[in-house]
């Protein structure tokens, strides 16, 4: 047994949720989103938007999340 806690996590993989794709390109850099919650308008911490080269889908990480997305 060698299953040992993933305390190495560099990079994430990157799947899109929708057509499992890796492939993604980046559609902006610290994007804040504000919206409405409950009569509480909100604004979130800066986003990077990632937006699916297959489908199109838009996906949202934290700035501190890193991205394998190296053109090769
Ligand atoms: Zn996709």
Redesign the pocket.
């Known amino acids: 047994m060698s299953d040992t806690p993933d305390e190495k996590i560099e990079q994430k993989q990157l799947a899109?949720p929708?057509?499992q794709?890796n492939k993604a390109e980046i559609a902006g850099e610290n994007v804040k989103l504000s919206g409405r919650f409950e009569d509480k308008d909100f604004l979130t911490t800066a986003l990077t938007v990632l937006k699916?080269m297959?489908?199109g889908?838009y996906m949202f990480f934290d700035n501190t999340a890193k991205f394998t997305t190296k053109d090769q």
């Open positions: 899109c929708v057509c794709s699916c297959k489908c889908y």
